[in-house]
């Protein structure tokens, strides 16, 4: 709190007048430190007039603290507007040090002013410049007011701003974890059926080889018929369809189910398959072809399917990585097409045109690379229907490799071309989507790390471009 | 006589032949076409109605390029012909929506997860054109042999069928 202001000019005066009536100093009211003079919502009968010490005045709070609301020194007029207005105290006031004050009743002040023009001058000047010192204090205390506002406001605004960045950090890490915790499990998955698949793998090619041979020695005619259906070609459904009406037609005693087997051969295995079985098509003899033909064709799936997980399991391992996150030198294209493998059962869907001729390769972190390969396709399968183009291209111009992702999707509103790179920033709406408007975002990242940049564009009629440019660091 | 029908559809060959050979037993009692897409399977059931037969169940797949599986049932069950027609969904990627809509709005019979045990889809075509016999009103005796003849016995003599034949 600031220090009383010293209005001692004009109070020497009345303390000279006063004196000059006939008051002593020794006549002074003395208050020690902690007294209190005038208690709050008491009537006030007495004007003080301090000689010596201070007084603070005090306002009630809640639970009985109270708030200085000023303070006033010698030369200071105490009880002034309680005094004449009559009403009870709305402050209270209590001596800080010891304090000697002249106390002046109604009476005696109805003495002094009719004493002599000069005293009541006085005694009024007094008046004036206790009230306007009180008012500019009022004044100065709302200025602060106001200042202590916007310095409020302002740290409100910046505390706003920090939570906000901060609640996009945490989304951010939470992200991450998921993506990494996802990794995890893929690679464990991976390793896991590395196993048993490489087993399958092995076994299959000793059958593919032994097998023939042991029928072959058993019976040799039946084996040219299981050697024929491991190499048996795929027949489409309308010829099936045409087949199985001429076989029908030719032999309308045959049974329809034996028929249709029969109809899921090619030209060629079919006539070899009637020479072994005769003209008459006797039922048991055809079964028994058959069970050779489709044992061999069998056999022939079991190895293009395991070799087709194979094929998954290790772009699941070339994807995945997740102990290194280290930087090496690799071709960007078999990143891309790991990826596109993994995401073949989206990619299905529509209509993809590749164009992946070999290009340099690049100074990259894979599983970062491939984490924005997935991003970009998924989000122009998001953007397109189905039966919908996909292209994906790669070039090399002098020292940058050069990836493009199109669409003939919904294309990038205009206003929204420099938004969509931003945290948090989405437009699915599906609650299917495990998105959280990162992606982009992320990607951007990433490849900003790798000291590229994406380029976004729309494509004519339809769709947007994503160019992914990428040095070449040797 | 008029013939009853069976149809599947999926637009893998490799599941396609899978399905078909479950069928082998039935296909000289219920004849079996199949095709690889909704547009295929429509053509078929026109050709099936054109020669005046009737399509007694349909095997179909859900995840399939243009139209899916629960679009065609659903499409099928929109055609007074096709109403008694058994559906079954034979799929490993129907989400909850599309099942719901399925079962809703085609009032599909019967789903069958892939991958299928060891003749879960033949016992199910089995079950669903016995169901197909009674509920058409269809004369059940040639049938008893490859169906549920217990079942259909019994339905004969609840709705009084039963023939001086």
């Known amino acids: 709190m600031s220090k009383p202001d010293n209005s001692s000019g004009q109070s020497s ?15 002074a009211t003395v208050y020690e430190r902690g007294q209190m003079i005038e208690t709050e919502g008491s009537l006030n009968l007495n004007l003080y007039l301090i000689l010596e010490g201070e007084v603070e005045m005090l306002k009630r709070g809640d639970l009985d603290s109270s708030t200085r609301v000023d303070v006033f020194g010698p030369g200071d007029l105490l009880g002034l507007t309680s005094f004449w207005s009559k009403e009870p105290s709305f402050l209270e006031s209590r001596a800080i040090s010891t304090v000697r004050c002249i106390c002046l009743d109604a009476e005696k002040i109805e ?3 009719h004493s002599s023009p000069e005293v009541r001058e006085t005694l009024h000047r007094l008046f004036i410049s206790t009230l306007s010192r009180r008012y500019r204090r009022i004044a100065s205390l709302n200025l602060k007011v106001s200042e202590l506002s916007i310095a409020l406001e302002r740290e409100k605004n910046d505390l706003q701003a920090a939570l906000k960045d901060l609640t996009e950090t945490r989304n951010q890490l939470i992200h991450s974890e998921r993506l990494a915790t996802l990794g995890q499990l893929l690679a464990g998955i991976a390793h896991e059926m590395n196993n048993p698949v490489a087993s399958l793998q092995s076994a299959f090619g000793h059958i593919e080889a032994e097998f023939p041979e042991l029928i072959q020695s058993l019976d040799p005619a039946s084996a040219k018929l299981l050697k024929a259906g491991l190499s048996s070609a795929f027949v489409d459904s309308d010829s099936r369809r045409q087949q199985l009406e001429d076989i029908l037609h030719k032999h309308p005693k045959l049974k329809r189910s034996l028929a249709r087997r029969l109809a899921s051969l090619p030209l060629e295995h079919f006539e070899l398959l009637c020479q072994f079985v005769g003209k008459d098509m006797d039922d048991t003899a055809l079964v028994k072809a058959l069970s050779y033909y489709e044992t061999g064709s069998d056999l022939r799936n079991v190895g293009l399917s395991s070799k087709r997980i ?5 772009s699941l391992k070339n994807y995945a990585r997740p102990d290194s996150h280290s930087w090496e030198t690799i071709d960007p294209i078999a990143g891309i097409q790991d990826t596109l493998i993994l995401l073949n059962n989206r990619l299905r869907h529509y209509k993809l045109h590749l164009d992946l001729p070999s290009v340099a390769h690049i100074r990259a972190i894979p599983q970062e690379l491939n984490q924005v390969w997935t991003n970009l396709l998924v989000n122009a399968c998001d953007a397109t229907a189905p039966g919908g183009d996909l292209w994906i291209s790669a070039e090399q111009i002098d020292h940058t490799v050069i990836i493009t992702f199109a669409d003939s999707g919904t294309g990038i509103d205009p206003e929204l071309m420099e938004k969509i790179y931003e945290l948090n920033f989405t437009t699915k709406k599906t609650k299917a989507q495990f998105g959280l408007g990162l992606g982009l975002s992320i990607s951007k990242d990433i490849v900003e790390k790798h000291r590229g940049q994406i380029v976004t564009r729309n494509r004519e009629p339809n769709g947007a471009v994503f160019e992914v440019r990428l040095p070449i660091q040797n | 006589m008029k013939q009853i029908w069976i149809l599947c559809v999926d ?6 032949r899978a399905v078909e050979r479950e069928l082998q037993d039935l296909e000289d009692t219920f004849p079996v076409d199949t095709a690889e897409s909704a547009a295929e399977a429509l053509e078929a059931i026109a050709r099936i109605e054109a020669s005046g037969d009737c399509l007694g169940l349909i095997l179909c797949d859900h995840v399939m ?6 679009e065609l049932l659903i499409e099928m069950h929109a055609s007074p012909s096709l109403q008694k027609t058994r559906k079954v969904l034979v799929t490993g990627q129907a989400g909850l929506d599309a099942t719901i809509r399925a079962v809703n709005d085609s009032r599909l019979d019967f789903y069958i997860a892939k991958p299928w045990a060891d003749k879960e889809i033949e016992t199910a075509a089995r079950t669903q054109l016995t169901e197909y016999v009674i509920r058409s009103g269809i004369n059940p005796k040639p049938y008893m042999k490859v169906l549920d003849a217990a079942k259909l016995s019994k339905s004969i003599y609840e709705d009084g069928l039963l023939s001086d034949e």
């Open chain 1, 310 to 314: 194979a094929s998954l399991i290790q």
């Open chain 1, 111 to 113: 003495t002094f002013v």
């Open chain 2, 11 to 16: 637009d893998e060959p490799d599941v396609l």
């Open chain 1, 13 to 27: 005066d009345v303390i000279a007048m006063i004196e000059k009536l006939g008051y002593e100093k020794t006549e």
């Open chain 2, 65 to 70: 390029p243009d139209k899916n599986g629960v």
